[in-house]
C-alpha cells in the first residue's frame, strides 16, 4: 500500500520545539502553532489577511470610524474586528467615547487586551499560559491619564 510508506515529520518552532497544538481563533480547529504570528491556522491565514486587508483599507480611505460603520461597510463582522483589536493590530484612537477593558484590572486600554502595568507583571509561565505576546500590550488612553492626574491635583 503506497499510504503506508508516507512519511510524516514533526513540526519545529523557532525553539527546536515541536509546534503546539492551537484552536483556531477563527474556524475552531486543531492546528499545529509554529510559535510566530496570530493563531490562525494555515487554512485561515490567507482569509484572514484578506479580511484585515478590508478593514484597514477602509480606515485608510475614510479616516477612523465607528466599529459598527466599518463592520458595515466591508461585511467583516464585529466580532473579528473585536478580535483584531485584542490581538493589537487595530486600536481605538485617543479622541473615542468608548475603549476596550484590560483583562486583569479593567482599566481603559486602546488595543491588546492587557495594560502595560499588568503585561509588567506577567511572569514567563503565565504569558505561555494566557498566549500573550507584547503586541497585545495596550496603551491607555492619555485622556484618562490626564484625567486622573487632575482628580489627584485638586485635593
Ligand atoms: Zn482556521
Ligand atoms: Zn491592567
Known amino acids: ?11 519545529f518552532n523557532e525553539d527546536g520545539n515541536v509546534g503546539e497544538t492551537k484552536i483556531c481563533v477563527r474556524c475552531k480547529r486543531m492546528f499545529t502553532y509554529l ?4 493563531f490562525y491556522c494555515p487554512m485561515c491565514r490567507k482569509a484572514d489577511e484578506e479580511d484585515f486587508l478590508k478593514v484597514k483599507n477602509y480606515i485608510y480611505e475614510h479616516g477612523t470610524a465607528p466599529a459598527m460603520e466599518v463592520s458595515e461597510n466591508t461585511g467583516i463582522s464585529l466580532e473579528r474586528i473585536n478580535q483584531y483589536l485584542r490581538e493589537g493590530r487595530l486600536e481605538i484612537p485617543e479622541n473615542s ?3 476596550i477593558k484590560c483583562e486583569m484590572c479593567n482599566v481603559d486600554i486602546r488595543s491588546g487586551r ?7 507583571k506577567l511572569s514567563h509561565a503565565m504569558r ?6 507584547d503586541e497585545q500590550i495596550g496603551p491607555v488612553p492619555k485622556k484618562l491619564i490626564g484625567k486622573m492626574r487632575f482628580i489627584k491635583n485638586e485635593k
Open 114 to 120: 492587557l495594560c502595560p502595568d499588568c503585561a509588567s
Open 1 to 11: 500500500m503506497r499510504e503506508s510508506r508516507k512519511i510524516i515529520a514533526a513540526k
Open 128 to 133: 505561555i499560559k494566557m498566549d500573550f505576546d
Open 97 to 99: 467615547p468608548i475603549f
Open 35 to 38: 510559535g510566530y504570528g496570530h
